[in-house]
Structure formats: C-alpha cells, structure tokens
C-alpha cells in the first residue's frame, strides 16, 4: 500500500516593487496556512516567477508566499522548490515537473474564488492522473473590482475551451 504524497500547491498573485504581498496574494496564503494546519504532513508548492502585471523585484514572487507562510510558523521543511510560473497556464505547466520530482499523489491547489474555474480546467488538463482539490480563498475587493476579475475569468476560461 502506497502512501498518499500531498502537495498544497499556493498560486501566486501580485505583489509590489517592495515584495509586499497584495489582498489578494495575502488571502491565498491564508487560506494555504488553513490547509496546512488541516494536513500538516503536506508540502507546500508557492508558484509565481516575475511578470510586468504581478512582480517586478528580482526575487520571484513565490519567494514572498514562503516568507509570508513562515512568518505565519509553516516550517521551510514543508517547502518544495517554488514553480516560477507567469500566469495560470504556467502555473499548471511548471508545477508538474516538481510534482513528478517528489511523486506528489495529490494536489491541494489553493486560488481566489473567483479563479477556480480556469484554474480547475488547466490543473485538471495538466494532472489527469493525480486527485486534485481545489481550496478557494474569500475574495474582498470592491464589487467593481471584483465583477472584473470575474469577467476577465469568464473570458479567459471560454478562449482556453475553445483551444
């Protein structure tokens, strides 16, 4: 009987030219923090690398999840390296080589609610032999805000059905 491996796998989201962390980023990794505490035995996989539109410090934002994490008293034993991803379709892509490296059987991927969505159809395309669940963070932005991040969602998951 193999044991399950499980990675909770913490997608990034911007922070500014400091490495401070966004409401956003911030509310992922709360939300990460609940699942470790829930599945201490689980390794924490931080995405993110560099981009115009989320990070632009020399370190790469998964960098600033883990500090954000350890400071919260996750140990950096529970780290695995962090997949230096530029968006949700990288994220998906570079997350599968560190998940084949460690043998992960299981993947907790920790997004926005109103992320989810596009993130469960290319997770579930890339992983289609791992069990997936998906633990979304409580979003709070204004309503605009927030409406078009949703629509910017709609939109990206309809192109990425359409191939």
């Known amino acids: 009987m193999s ?3 499980t990675a909770i796998v913490v997608l990034g989201a911007p922070n500014d030219e400091r490495g401070v ?6 509310e992922r990794c709360d939300q990460a923090l609940k699942e ?10 931080p995405t993110g690398g560099w981009g115009a539109h989320f990070n632009t410090t020399t370190k790469p934002h998964g960098h600033y999840l883990r500090e954000c994490l350890t400071a919260q008293g996750i140990p950096g ?4 390296e962090c997949a230096e991803s ?3 379709i990288e994220d998906a892509k570079l997350c599968r080589p560190i998940v084949a490296r ?7 991927v920790v997004t926005s609610d109103f992320h989810v969505a596009r993130t469960r159809f290319l997770f579930e395309q890339e992983f289609p032999e ?11 932005l204004p309503q605009d805000d927030l409406r078009k991040r949703i629509l910017h ?11």
């Open 153 to 163: 969602e709609e939109s990206a998951l309809a192109k990425l059905k359409q191939g």
């Open 77 to 80: 034993e529970a780290f695995v």
């Open 3 to 5: 044991a399950t491996l």
């Open 36 to 45: 470790y505490r829930k599945h201490p035995e689980c390794k924490i996989l």
């Open 130 to 140: 791992i069990s997936i669940e998906f633990s979304p963070s409580h979003t709070h």
């Open 21 to 26: 962390l966004s409401s956003i980023a911030k």
């Open 86 to 88: 530029a968006n949700t």
């Open 102 to 108: 460690h043998g992960f059987t299981k993947l907790i």
